[in-house]
């Protein structure tokens, strides 16, 4: 019967949406994540009639029966989360649309809302680095090298990044490198916070500070976009919808028993 195989997708589909909300669900504490969606589309039909309408008579409807569901894609939503004070020195949230750019040790670009930086302390100075030891770009696509002496690290709203040094002179050490896509859906995941562009995303576009629209929060990470309440909610209803499912399968095999059972 076409409806316990139709029903097996079904049950493969939901299941699919629920390993979509457990990983929103087990990232609710990871900073700049953004929540994700699963999308489905119908499989192929059989037309078993097609309409036909001659001189005003016949079928003005197809007769069709449909085999299933099958996952479509994944939608991230890149609404802003909250912005959690963390008073540490070096760490920074965006506050509106933007990434950060980050180096990897082969020298791929990859793109960040993770703004948790450390230092790296080579020789006599010391650069801005992810929690993996990436290097975090500037706008001149350089390391941001803080020297030995310099303190009070002062980030502004714009992502210049000045310092004091042992004078009391304010040394301009660079601005964050913060770039934007026409189409951030278009990003793929690659783990760590990171994300690299693609052929839908388009290429990076740098913001000038002149044109930005966002602001940096120094002392401040964004928090996850997760809404629990929400990810709980569809988790309900994609239960609901794969029990249906399982007892559609019950259901087609209790008619299976019937036929098989009349010639008796």
Same mark, same amino acid.
């Given at each position: ?40 589309? $119908?499989?192929?039909?059989?037309? =078993? ?5 001659? /001189?005003?008579?016949?079928?003005? #409807? @197809? &007769? ?87 303190? $009070?690290?002062?980030?502004?709203? =714009? ?5 004091? /040094?042992?004078?009391?002179?304010? #040394? @301009? &050490? ?91």
């Amino acid at each position: 019967m076409r409806s316990m195989w139709t029903a097996a997708i079904g049950m493969r589909g939901q299941q699919f949406n629920i390993d979509t909300i457990a990983n929103n669900l087990s990232n609710v504490n990871t900073t700049g994540y953004k929540t994700q969606r699963a999308e489905f589309k $119908d499989l192929l039909y059989t037309n =078993m009639r097609r309409n036909n309408i001659v /001189d005003d008579q016949g079928r003005p #409807v @197809n &007769l069709q029966v449909g085999h299933g569901v099958m996952p479509a894609a994944t939608k991230k939503s890149f609404k802003n989360g909250s912005l959690i004070e963390s008073k540490g020195e070096y760490d920074v949230g965006i506050n509106g649309e933007g990434f950060f750019a980050i180096q990897l040790p082969n020298g791929n670009i990859r793109y960040t809302r993770d703004g948790s930086f450390k230092l790296s302390v080579e020789g006599n100075s010391k650069r801005l680095v992810t929690s993996e030891g990436y290097r975090v770009l500037s706008d001149t696509n350089n390391d941001i090298v803080i020297r030995d002496g310099l303190r $009070d690290v002062t980030i502004d709203q =714009m992502g210049n990044i000045t310092a004091k /040094d042992e004078g009391d002179n304010t #040394v @301009n &050490l660079g601005r964050f490198k913060l770039v934007r896509f026409i189409n951030p859906e278009g990003l793929l995941n690659e783990g760590s916070n990171l994300y690299s562009a693609t052929v839908a995303s388009g290429d990076e576009i740098p913001i000038a500070a002149n044109e930005m629209e966002s602001k940096i929060a120094q002392g401040y990470l964004e928090a996850s976009n997760v809404e629990v309440v929400d990810e709980m909610v569809k988790m309900i209803s994609a239960q609901r919808a794969y029990e249906i499912s399982s007892k559609v399968i019950h259901t087609s095999d209790e008619m299976l028993q019937l036929i098989s059972n009349l010639k008796r």
